[in-house]
């Protein structure tokens, strides 16, 4: 009885803590990129071209 009273307490922590990271992730996420210093640094940082595949970074590929 005491065993799984334990068990659903660690459970019930483990999916608070979850949303609990969740929420605070997409706070700082949503406060960095409206913020002055995040506009600016988006606005001065160069776009960086996606590479398809890993081939596309071989040596002989690079120019």
């Known amino acids: ?3 799984s009273s334990v068990l659903f ?3 019930t922590w483990a999916i608070g803590l979850y ?8 706070a700082v ?3 960095i990129n409206q913020s002055v ?3 600016s ?3 001065k940082s160069e776009p960086v ?3 398809k595949s890993f081939l596309d970074s071989d040596l ?3 120019k």
């Open 19 to 26: 949303i609990l990271y969740f929420i605070i992730t997409a």
């Open 29 to 31: 996420k949503n406060g």
């Open 41 to 43: 640094f988006e606005d």
């Open 9 to 11: 307490s660690i459970i």
């Open 60 to 62: 002989d590929n690079d």
């Open 49 to 51: 071209p996606e590479k």
């Open 1 to 3: 009885m005491i065993f």
């Open 37 to 39: 210093i995040g506009r």
